[in-house]
């Protein structure tokens, strides 16, 4: 077949088009490829926690002609063989390499004694199918030599040996590494074996140009899925020629990322984050690629935001943000001002956010690993957002939060800034100033003071839920700060929310409680206002038994449950559930969560987990019962005297 396919095919010029525009598949591909990663037990696993996405915008942003079904241009589907065009807009949905991928995602799908492949310039060829269908009869049927479980192989099977030099020949025909190239992609679970000996000719097929010349198109991405796909099986080698390649496909996905369809560029990035994270150990990252992808000055353009998103998909990774080893003629220092310079161009938050975040990003890193927490790269920021309060305070804060998220203590010389501008803000530059506030509780001197002056418990008063939340979650940072009387002042508002509608409120209302509850239990024997203290974390956490999200009323329960609170005898428990377990408002419950709390008991049993019957219904031997349906029989024990003169009547 390979012979056939050199003599018919040299003529032939693939156009693969570019990566389409519904990529909520290939996404779903990018994030189960990572989190499978992660799943193993290997240095490479790890977590790494990425930057918002500002390109994605909201569902408005949407091409919605793929939704509209009565659009003459909508294209037609079939139920067994896909058109060219629908591969070609589709690509991004074809599952060309997860091993957990569904039936219908995947390349080529069997069903029954046929072949479904996805019908593209490459899977039109006549032996396309019929090798693909000779692979997977060798793989069903175990012709071709398995490898021992758990035991890497030493050598591919001799079918496959000549695949691969095919593959990797130099004199070998464009073309037929292209077939070579779509046959692995096809049936990935036959290769995935042999993953480390395909690696190599496969990431070279791409950085040389040879699976495209227009940047990453559909196939390229098919190719990335499948390596990829195998990370928990193979990476590039640990050798120089290993980490040449994979850094040069690096440089190649970077330095083609930008597209003008967002759909697209999304994609591009999904793509780079997954190989970042599956190789992140043999790659070096191409700064001067970066560089020149966020050092533009056009306050009109969006075009840095594609650097700035590469550079954070670098730092998410734990990798350094800059390498002198690809960084060309750029230094340290013109490299972080090209970043902190994005802080002006404030037209689109596309571009300012993601860099204020980025740079929270650059500064964690530094001092995390480089000990550095002050310096020229802190004081040009800081130049870049002072003008920003005055004359675009929207721009300021948006700023400010993103830094905070990632390195807060850069934040402690806005802090009195932000706290003048409080009062006056409203929707969600309040809810962002107060979270930097939060974040900063500790490092703020007389902050109960500060924020009583700002109209505070208005603000856990007010009817915006998300500042409701945040402006809880400041209280329960300050609590240990706190005197009785300052949390006397605080505490009727905060018990209100035993009845908010939002359980993301009573949550932290329940936490609050919770600690008040541990930390005044002792005080109140001494002291009146801590025992009013103590009355009201108790009514709070009692209604909590009763809440109507399950699992707060099991995080209360298990609260009360616990032996530091309650007995574990069932004797002193029942005791102690009539001296301190009811209050007025919840007499309507108390037999309810008592009892309750008394059942739980029976969990420490050690015949608790036991099954109450040895075998299950399935395997047991029933028997038929003769059942006398005579109403005298039914109800014989309330049959009258006498009953039996009624049939004489």
């Given amino acids: 077949y390979i012979h056939s396919y050199n003599i018919m095919v040299f003529f032939t010029v693939y156009k693969m088009i570019v990566i389409p525009q519904a990529p909520v598949s290939r996404k779903k591909q990018f994030v189960s490829i990572r989190q499978e990663l992660r799943g193993q037990d290997s240095p490479e696993a790890g977590s790494s926690r ?137 049936n990935e679970e036959v290769f995935r074996p042999y993953a480390r000996f395909w690696l190599s000719p496969l990431i070279e097929m791409v950085v040389r140009g040879e699976a495209s010349s227009e940047g990453i198109n559909y196939f390229i991405v098919d190719l990335l899925v499948t390596m990829l796909s195998w990370s928990t099986v193979a990476i590039p080698e640990d050798s120089a020629m290993g980490r040449a390649l994979a850094s040069r496909l690096l440089h190649f996905l970077m330095a083609n990322t930008f597209h003008k369809n967002r759909a697209i560029l999304r994609n591009n990035l999904e793509l780079i984050k997954t190989t970042v994270e599956c190789w992140k150990a043999r790659i070096e990252v191409p700064t001067k690629v970066i560089h020149d992808q966020l050092c533009g000055s056009d306050q009109s353009s969006k075009a840095n935001a594609v650097g700035i998103q590469l550079l954070g998909v670098v730092l998410a990774n734990q990798l350094p943000p800059f390498n002198p080893a690809t960084s060309g003629n750029i230094d340290r220092e013109r490299f972080f001002s090209a970043v902190a310079k994005n802080l002006q161009l404030t037209r689109y938050k596309d571009v300012y956010a993601a860099a204020a975040e980025v740079i929270g990003m650059i500064m964690k890193h530094m001092a995390d690993v480089e000990k550095i927490t002050e310096g020229g790269f802190h004081t040009q920021v800081e130049r870049y957002l002072l003008p920003l309060q005055v004359n675009q305070q929207d721009v300021f804060l948006t700023c400010v939060h993103k830094l905070h998220l990632h390195f807060p203590p850069f934040t402690d010389r806005f802090v009195s ?201 399935s395997e047991c031997r029933f028997q038929d019962i003769h059942i006398d349906h005579s109403w005298k029989q039914r109800h014989a024990a309330m049959t009258p005297m006498f009953v039996e003169t009624q049939a004489t009547h």
């Fill in 50 to 186: 990425y930057m918002q996405s500002y390109l994605a915008g909201s569902s408005l942003s949407e091409d919605i002609s793929q939704f509209d079904f009565t659009s003459g241009t909508q294209v037609k589907r079939t139920q067994t063989f896909a058109s060219t065009q629908e591969r070609e807009s589709q690509a991004s949905q074809g599952g060309s390499g997860l091993r957990a991928r569904s039936q219908q995602d995947s390349s080529v799908n069997i069903h029954g004694g046929f072949l479904e492949m996805e019908m593209d310039e490459l899977n039109q060829h006549e032996c396309m199918s019929t090798l693909s269908a000779v692979l997977q009869h060798m793989s069903r049927n175990k012709i071709t030599p398995q490898p021992q479980e758990g035991a890497a192989p030493t050598d591919m099977p001799p079918w496959m040996s000549c695949l691969n030099k095919k593959l990797g020949g130099s004199s070998t025909h464009k073309n037929v590494k292209l077939f070579v190239a779509k046959l692995i992609v096809n």
């Fill in 417 to 617: 800034k932000l706290l003048f501008m409080l009062p006056k803000l409203h929707g969600i530059f309040r809810t962002h100033c107060l979270e930097v506030i939060r974040g900063r509780v500790n490092v703020i001197d007389n902050v109960f003071l500060e924020l009583k002056t700002k109209n505070f418990l208005g603000m856990l008063t007010h009817r915006d839920e998300a500042t409701q939340v945040i402006s809880l979650r400041i209280v329960y940072a300050m609590l240990q700060k706190l005197q009785v009387e300052e949390l006397l002042y605080l505490l009727p508002s905060v018990a209100a929310f035993a009845s908010h509608p939002g359980p993301d409120c009573r949550r932290t209302m329940y936490d609050i409680m919770m600690w008040l509850y541990d930390n005044y239990r002792e005080e109140a024997v001494h002291q009146e206002s801590a025992g009013r203290v103590l009355g009201m974390a108790k009514d709070c956490l009692l209604q909590g038994l009763s809440d109507e999200e399950s699992y707060l009323r099991l995080l209360v329960q298990n609260f009360w449950s616990h032996e530091t609170r309650l007995p574990t005898g069932t004797l002193e428990r029942l005791v102690a559930m009539l001296e301190c377990m009811h209050s007025p408002r919840t007499e309507p419950q108390y037999l309810s969560y008592c009892t309750n709390l008394l059942l739980e008991m029976t969990s420490r049993s050690p015949d608790f987990s036991r099954e109450v019957f040895q075998h299950p219904l």
